[in-house]
C-alpha cells in the first residue's frame, strides 16, 4: 500500500512539448527527493527538498525544475521535453533521522 | 564524495542456494548503509538498513548484510532464496547528516533459476 503516489505511471510526449510529474506524499515526510533512473543502471539524485519553499539541485545536473509549495507535493516540470529525456523518474521521501525513504512507484517517460 | 560499488552487475542462482550480493563504499566520513530492491516496473522498497550498533543488519525477506569498516564493505546475504526474490537489488550510502541523499550503487540483478 503505497504512501507516496506520483502520475502518471507511463508518459509518452512529443519533443518540445512542456510536461509534469505529479508526487504526492500522505505521511507528512519534510524531505523529499526526486531519482533518475536509466534502464539497467543506478539511480541518480536531480532534486531534493528540505521542507516547504525549500529545494536544492542534486548530483546530477537537470534541466527540469522543481517546487515545494506544501509539504505533501513535490512536482518536476520539463519546460521542454527532448529525447534526451527518456527515463524513469522516481520520488521518494523521509522524515527526519529515519532514512527510511519512502519511494513512489515511478514514471516512465518517453519522448519522441 | 562518496561512491558505492557493486561488483556484479548480474548473479543467476538456482532456486534454494545461498547468494551474496557484494557492495563495497568508498566515503571519508561516517556513513549509514542501505540495501533496497526493486520489482519489475515498480519503485524500490528499502530491504535492510545499518545506522549504528551490531554489524549483522536483519532485514524484511529473509536478508541480512554485515557491516565491515575496515574493508568499507556491506555485503547482502540470504541463504535460501526464491523465485519470488528475482529483482535489481541496490546498495546505497548517506552521510549521517544533513539532508540525507542516498547515492546508488549501479545495481544487481538476481536471477532465480527453479
Redesign the interface.
Known amino acids: 500500500e ?1 504512501d507516496i503516489y ?1 502520475t502518471p505511471r507511463y508518459l509518452v510526449i512529443g519533443t518540445g512539448k512542456k510536461i509534469t510529474l505529479e508526487c504526492s506524499q500522505t505521511m507528512g515526510h519534510d ?1 523529499m ?1 526526486w ?1 533518475q533512473q536509466d534502464p ?6 536531480i532534486h ?1 527538498s ?1 521542507g516547504v519553499n525549500s529545494t ?1 539541485k ?2 546530477l545536473s537537470s534541466e527540469s525544475t522543481v517546487s515545494r509549495i506544501r509539504t505533501e507535493h513535490f512536482p518536476l516540470t520539463l519546460e521542454s521535453a527532448r529525447p534526451s529525456h527518456t527515463s524513469q523518474y ?1 520520488c ?1 521521501s ?1 522524515q527526519g ?1 529515519d ?3 519512502t ?4 514514471t516512465r517517460l518517453t519522448v519522441v | 564524495a562518496q561512491s558505492v560499488t557493486q561488483l556484479d552487475s548480474q548473479v543467476p542462482v538456482f532456486e534454494e542456494a545461498p547468494v551474496e550480493l557484494r557492495c563495497n563504499y568508498s566515503s571519508s566520513v561516517s556513513v549509514y548503509l542501505f540495501w533496497y530492491v526493486q520489482y519489475p516496473n515498480q519503485g524500490l522498497q528499502l530491504l535492510l538498513k545499518y545506522l549504528s550498533g551490531s554489524t549483522l543488519v536483519k532485514g524484511i525477506n529473509g536478508f541480512e548484510a554485515e557491516f565491515n569498516k575496515s574493508q568499507t564493505s556491506f555485503h547482502l546475504r540470504k541463504p535460501s532464496v526464491h523465485i519470488s526474490d528475482t529483482a535489481e537489488y541496490f546498495c546505497a550510502v548517506s552521510d549521517r547528516w544533513g539532508a540525507q541523499k542516498l547515492v546508488f550503487g549501479q545495481g544487481t540483478r538476481l536471477t532465480i533459476n527453479p
Open positions: 503505497a506520483q524531505k527527493y531519482y539497467g543502471m543506478e539511480l541518480h539524485l531534493y528540505y536544492e542534486g548530483d522516481l521518494a523521509t533521522n532514512y527510511g525513504y519511494f513512489g512507484s515511478g
